[in-house]
């Protein structure tokens, strides 16, 4: 079976939608330095098959190992693969941004240390 001509345009449309697995690959792409290629592999699908991923809704949070299965069924892919490729997006989109070490630290910029706390902290504190 050929695939239809639209399939690689809507197919990188798609990283435009946080909605979709198409974002998903896309945010992978970029945090991970990989091709198109590497990521297939990783997944263990071809090129053609993450096309039609990319064109899927990401699982929701309330079914998200069911939906798994689905996607894993239907697209031959294992669902642990695709599963710790959409955990890892999703952690690295809730990080800030990480900056340049060139770059100055902005007014609300603050850095904390851990250390022991111990019971002569609190007499000096007092």
């Known amino acids: 079976m050929t695939n239809p001509k639209w399939l ?9 939608h946080t909605w979709t697995l198409g974002y998903v690959f896309e945010k992978y792409r ?25 064109l899927c809704r990401r699982p929701s949070e309330e079914r998200f190992a069911e939906h798994l299965e689905e996607i894993g069924k239907r697209f031959e892919v294992e ?38 706390y111990t019971d002569e902290d609190d007499e000096t504190n007092s």
């Open 30 to 54: 970029e945090y991970e330095g990989k091709s198109a290629e590497a990521l297939a592999e990783e997944l263990g699908c071809s090129l053609e098959t993450l096309a039609w991923l990319s």
């Open 8 to 16: 690689q345009v809507a197919a990188r449309s798609s990283g435009q």
């Open 79 to 116: 669902p642990h693969r695709l599963a710790a490729v959409i955990r890892h997006v999703e952690v690295l989109d809730e990080l800030p941004p990480r900056r340049d070490a060139n770059e100055e630290e902005g007014e609300d910029s603050f850095l904390l240390a851990a250390r022991d």
